[in-house]
């Protein structure tokens, strides 16, 4: 049985594929990135501990892995990139041009996510060789100063050719090798700083913070902020878990996988919170989320701790690696596509799009305080409209795309999910009915048609 299932497998044995555990690997390391590292904790932390984390847990449940579980069964059903996977399994072109939709997110944000992993080199460099910390330094300035000038450029660039060259080596020999070497040290790292944080005076303030449960914080906004979270914290809704679907062996079953995939993002959000609010705190520093805590409250305190250098450089150490694992599965939607799309070798495809994609986002590393910082229409930076069109309105299409796809269009879901009987009944209900409504609810409430 087995055996008739890869030989109906149209590119079986001709194609790339990732390992069993090479997938799991890569797919946690494009759902563990800087969501985890500089969101996660802060919006535990504002909107009830414990129970914010309760309440995030059921939103990944509901919406979360059954979005993540379609969107790699597509991948692996159509065996395309994209945009051609939902074309292969209906011959219908009106999905392939919303496939393609998503591809074009997926370039738009690695155009500024390189400028982001970009700035945690330069501070691991600068923590690491003890240039960053001064006493009575002023972090926030120095940000901007820095982030404001021309170097971020440089490391915008150095990215695109990590990135680049990780995804000329092709799946197995370069995206599951880079995972597989840097997810494994990422733990390592984290356990050594959580160590590190919960052992400094006063860390117990910090834990509370995080989580204590507190139920009266709970409303309708943070259940909003839950469901996007977990959406974004999954990668879903611009096709990278669609795109890494297609690499992987029929014989592998993707419902484990997507228990694997969700429990490992947690784990890792949980442990960052661990290793944040204790250092903050311990310094008597306000808590923040996002370029606030990451590059200017945390370089503060740990210029104030004992090898602060050493910590600081591990710290932002294990920032580039979340945030250059996460870049490597952006970047490889648009190079699978223009492989296929053009026919291009691997290696042609990564370095053309790596290199217009870095084109792309020089505007974003340059209006974050520098030359073009001062044009913001509409009130955003150029940095912060790409950001906002990615992120509110173009995910959740995408991710409206997917449930609608695996829920209504394609009738054979199911048979390549592996689901039958009641999990893929509660399966169907979460793609039909509930995730499209809660997604629909997020869109709605992130551009501000709804109020809560
Ligand atoms: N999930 C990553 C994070 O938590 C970011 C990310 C990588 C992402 N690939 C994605 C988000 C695709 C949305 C879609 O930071």
Request: glycine share 12%; aromatic share 14%.
């Amino acid at each position: 049985m087995k055996k008739q299932q890869d030989a109906s497998d149209p590119k079986n044995g001709t194609e790339e594929r990732f390992s069993k555990t090479g997938f799991i690997l890569a797919a946690i390391g494009s759902s563990v990135g800087l969501g985890n590292m500089w969101k996660f904790p802060y919006i535990t932390g504002k909107h009830g501990g414990a129970a914010f984390f309760l309440l995030f847990i059921v939103c990944l449940i509901i919406v979360g892995l059954p979005v993540l579980l379609a969107e790699m069964v597509i991948g692996r059903g159509g065996r395309g990139n994209a945009s051609t996977s939902f074309y292969n399994l209906t011959g219908k072109k009106v999905w392939a041009a919303f496939g393609l939709f998503a591809v074009l997110t997926a370039f738009m944000i690695m155009s500024y996510y390189a400028v982001v992993a970009g700035w945690t080199l330069h501070y691991t460099v600068q923590s690491l060789t003890g240039l960053l910390f001064e006493p009575g330094a002023d972090y926030k300035s120095k940000f901007l100063d820095f982030a404001g000038s021309y170097t971020p450029l440089f490391w915008q660039a150095v990215v695109t050719v990590v990135c680049g060259s990780v995804l000329a080596k092709g799946v197995s020999g370069g995206i599951e090798k880079f995972n597989k070497i840097l997810i494994p040290g990422f733990l390592i790292i984290l356990i050594v700083l959580m160590f590190r944080a919960l052992t400094l005076p006063g860390a117990s303030e910090g834990v509370a913070f995080f989580l204590k449960p507190d139920f009266s914080k709970l409303d309708a906004e943070s259940a909003l902020i839950a469901l996007g979270h977990a959406f974004f914290s999954l990668s879903l809704g611009m096709g990278c878990m669609l795109t890494y679907g297609s690499y992987v062996d029929k014989r592998q079953s993707l419902g484990s996988a997507t228990l694997a995939i969700g429990f490992g993002d947690l784990v890792y959000a949980l442990i960052a919170g661990l290793v944040i609010f204790p250092t903050v705190f311990s310094f008597g520093l306000e808590p923040g989320e996002g370029v606030g805590l990451a590059f200017m409250a945390l370089p503060a305190a740990f210029s104030k701790m004992y090898l602060g250098s050493v910590f600081g450089g591990l710290f932002f150490a294990l920032l580039a690696i979340a945030a250059l694992t996460s870049a490597v599965s952006i970047l490889e939607v648009p190079v699978a596509f223009a492989m296929e799309r053009w026919g291009w070798s691997r290696s042609k495809s990564s370095v053309y799009v790596s290199a217009v994609c870095f084109l792309v986002g020089i505007p974003s590393a340059l209006s974050v305080g520098g030359v073009l910082g001062g044009f913001t229409p509409g009130g955003k930076s150029i940095f912060d409209w790409v950001d906002f069109v990615t992120a509110y309105i173009a995910m959740p299409f995408g991710g409206l795309v997917v449930t609608l796809f695996t829920g209504y269009a394609w009738k054979k879901a199911g048979e390549e999910a592996g689901l039958s009987g009641f999990w893929y009944k509660a399966w169907m209900i979460a793609l039909r009915f509930v995730a499209p409504v809660l997604i629909l609810l997020i869109f709605l409430y992130s551009v501000g048609l709804l109020k809560v």
